[in-house]
Structure formats: C-alpha cells, structure tokens
T-cell receptor
C-alpha cells in the first residue's frame, strides 16, 4: 500500500495569512487529487493534477504537482474563514478510483 | 452534486450485533464505494462495486460484506460488529473510472459506535 504523508497535520492561522500544505510520497502517481472536507460532511473534490510540474489555480488556491509526480502542494493566498476544513490529498497510480490512496489530511482553522 | 444519501447518519450498537448501512444514489452512477475514516489513517477503501451484483474487496475488507442489487443502492454489512469498527463510514460514487476524468462524489457519512 502506497503512503501519502501530509504536513502539517494541523494549522491554525488568522484571516489574510498565506499557507502551504504538502503531500509527499515515495511512490509515483499518475494523478493526484485534492479534496476539502467540512465537519459532518463528506470530502469534495477541488482539483485533479496529472502532469509532472503542473500548476492549477482555483481562485485563491494554487495546486502544484511535483516534477517527479511523487508530491504535491496546496497554497492558499489570503486565507478566509470559509477555507476552514480538512484538506485531503489522494493519489492514483493505476487509473482507477478503486486504487486511490488518501493522505491523512491537514486540518486548517482560519480565525478572524 | 450527486444525490447521495446515507442512512442512518448515526448509530450506536453493541459488540456482536449485525449492522447494515445503506447508501442510495440518484445519479445512475455505475461505480460505488464504501470508505471508513479514522484519525491518523485518512480514508480507507472497504469494498467497491463496478455494477449491479459486481463487487470487489478494498484495502480493509475483513469483517465487512456488501451487496448491490440495484444501481442506486449499495449496502455495507458488519456481520458481527466489533469495537475496532467504530468509525465514520462514507459512501462515494463515480460515473467513470478513468483517473483523469474521475470525480468521486461522497455522501455525508454515518457515524457508527460499537460499544
């Protein structure tokens, strides 16, 4: 089973600050997804990255896939309280969702 | 968003009793999945289905069985619940299985406590 390590595990910041969350593995993935999960709800897909070095932007969120396709990062600019939640990365190396490996998550709290 | 309903949302049961969790979807998605979420472990796949009556084991399938008699329903059964099965269970669906097009839609989860 492939392992996906996320760091930091917990992050508490004030509104307006910037932050970066990391997702690392020793394995190569054909694609990597980022999800956000709010309390009492299921994860919601934010983005899928598939090409080494790829950068995708979703408003204030910037996602990058490592050149070697073993790691990824999520950068949030000017965090807002609505960004609060659990951020999960999930890697796939077979092209099938049944083989998705989820990271343990980064819990982000943004306060006023 | 896909209409995925999990029932019950919360359940407390005793060790040794059978428990069935239900996932109902209204999107006619072919693929359905059951995950469990535990602190320090992320989401782990229990079982999945790639069509009616077609199911397969995931990473943590021991102690669990599933059934899918209709496209819209996917049942997860704990034949004899144990305390180690206390967890939050999520159902997910997908219309396709190619990773670049894949989007998993998750239900809101079932909090199961086995005492």
């Amino acid at each position: 089973t492939q392992l996906l390590e996320q760091s930091p595990q917990f992050l508490s910041i004030q509104e307006g600050e910037n932050l970066t969350v990391y997702c690392n593995s020793s394995s190569v993935f054909s694609s990597l997804q980022w999800y956000r999960q709010e309390p009492g709800e299921g994860p919601v897909l934010l983005v899928t990255v598939v090409t080494g070095g790829e950068v995708k932007k979703l408003k204030r969120l910037t996602f990058q896939f490592g050149d070697a396709r073993k790691d990824s990062s999520l950068h949030i600019t000017a965090a807002q309280t609505g960004d609060t939640g659990l951020y999960l990365c999930a890697g796939d190396d077979t092209g099938t969702a049944s083989k998705l490996t989820f990271g343990t998550g980064t819990r982000l709290q943004v306060t006023l | 968003d896909a209409g995925i309903t999990q029932s019950p949302r919360h359940k407390v049961t005793e060790t040794g009793t059978p428990v069935t969790l239900r996932c109902h979807q209204t999107e006619n998605h072919r693929y359905m999945y059951w995950y469990r979420q535990d602190p320090g472990h992320g989401l782990r796949l229990i079982h999945y289905s790639y069509g009616v009556k077609d199911t397969d084991k995931g990473e943590v399938s021991d102690g669990y069985s599933v059934s899918r008699s209709k496209t819209e329903d996917f049942l997860l059964t704990l034949e004899s619940a144990t305390s180690s099965q206390t967890s939050v269970y999520f159902c997910a669906t997908a219309s396709s299985q190619g990773s670049t097009n894949e989007k998993l839609f998750f239900g809101s989860g079932t909090q199961l406590s086995v005492l």
